[in-house]
């Protein structure tokens, strides 16, 4: 019984890390803009994005609703873990973490949607011969509306489950190295941030690929969760081991 409730976990997280990875290479597609083209909505975007494919968008938004199932697949793997460490389920840390968790699946889904259909519906409407200058001022608002409330949900998801990860791996619940606190939504999607505005500096075309940022963080996330639970059961067989051999010179 234990060993299929550990392959379902490992199930559980290696599906939560493919379908975020690809959640941040859906980030790169919506991105992604061509050289050239002129400010779009105050430099929200690009005109430059009628030269974009289409199915870039489409297929972006496939992976932000795949995201959705990763995380509904690790969030209580997760759970489950922090129960097995020991962590106590009246903690602020664990509490915050759970809210975090709770809302991560609809909030990688409708956000990246917003994304992708606001970014479809003007890549149509410059192809159809929008006036760019009257742009600025029809969609400003449009897209605001659509993006504001997903980027506060956004916050209230990350933020929570950073500050909570952080305390598990400074405390030594997870029984992982210090090193560990990049792999979190916030660390990694700090670190893209840098990288990006160091290539924005250098003029570099591929600034567009640390988009990927905060989809990595949770990506890794999983990953550093199934690191802490293999440790845990690593060390419970170990214990075993030596518990049968004092037993069997006995």
């Given at each position: 019984?234990?060993?299929?409730?550990?392959?379902?976990?490992?199930?559980?997280?290696?599906?939560?890390?493919?379908?975020?990875?690809?959640?941040?290479?859906?980030?790169?597609?919506?991105?992604?803009?061509?050289?050239?083209?002129?400010p779009?909505?105050?430099?929200?975007?690009?005109?430059?994005?009628?030269?974009?494919?289409?199915?870039?968008?489409?297929?972006?938004?496939?992976?932000?609703?795949?995201?959705?199932?990763?995380?509904?697949?690790?969030?209580p793997?997760?759970?489950?873990?922090?129960?097995?460490?020991?962590?106590?389920?009246?903690?602020?840390?664990?509490?915050a973490?759970?809210?975090?968790?709770?809302?991560?699946?609809?909030?990688?889904?409708?956000?990246?949607?917003?994304?992708?259909?606001?970014l479809?519906?003007?890549?149509?409407?410059?192809?159809?011969?929008?006036?760019?200058?009257?742009?600025?001022?029809?969609?400003?608002?449009?897209?605001?509306?659509?993006?504001?409330?997903?980027?506060?949900?956004?916050?209230?998801?990350?933020?929570p489950?950073?500050?909570?990860?952080?305390?598990?791996?400074?405390?030594?619940?997870?029984?992982?190295?210090?090193?560990?606190?990049?792999?979190c939504?916030?660390?990694?999607?700090?670190?893209?941030?840098?990288?990006?505005a160091?290539?924005?500096?250098?003029?570099?075309?591929?600034?567009?690929?640390?988009?990927?940022?905060?989809?990595?963080?949770?990506?890794?996330?999983?990953?550093?969760?199934?690191?802490?639970?293999?440790?845990?059961?690593?060390?419970?067989?170990?214990?075993?081991?030596?518990?049968?051999?004092?037993?069997?010179?006995?």
């Amino acid at each position: 019984m234990c060993e299929m409730k550990a392959k379902a976990e490992k199930r559980a997280f290696l599906f939560g890390f493919a379908a975020l990875f690809l959640c941040g290479i859906g980030d790169w597609l919506i991105g992604y803009d061509p050289p050239g083209g002129e400010p779009l909505i105050y430099g929200i975007s690009n005109t430059a994005i009628t030269e974009v494919p289409t199915w870039f968008y489409i297929l972006s938004l496939g992976f932000g609703i795949l995201s959705g199932f990763g995380c509904r697949a690790f969030a209580p793997a997760m759970l489950e873990v922090l129960d097995e460490l020991g962590v106590p389920k009246d903690s602020k840390a664990y509490k915050a973490f759970h809210f975090g968790l709770a809302s991560a699946p609809m909030m990688f889904v409708s956000f990246h949607a917003a994304c992708c259909i606001v970014l479809l519906l003007m890549q149509a409407a410059l192809r159809a011969g929008l006036d760019v200058q009257a742009a600025n001022s029809v969609f400003l608002l449009p897209v605001a509306a659509s993006h504001l409330p997903f980027l506060l949900w956004c916050f209230l998801c990350d933020i929570p489950v950073t500050a909570a990860y952080i305390v598990f791996v400074l405390k030594g619940r997870l029984r992982l190295p210090k090193a560990a606190l990049v792999c979190c939504p916030l660390g990694t999607s700090l670190l893209a941030k840098v990288l990006g505005a160091v290539l924005l500096a250098a003029n570099s075309k591929v600034a567009f690929l640390t988009a990927c940022g905060e989809s990595w963080g949770w990506a890794f996330l999983c990953l550093a969760f199934y690191a802490a639970s293999r440790k845990k059961r690593s060390e419970a067989e170990g214990s075993e081991k030596i518990l049968r051999r004092r037993g069997s010179s006995e």
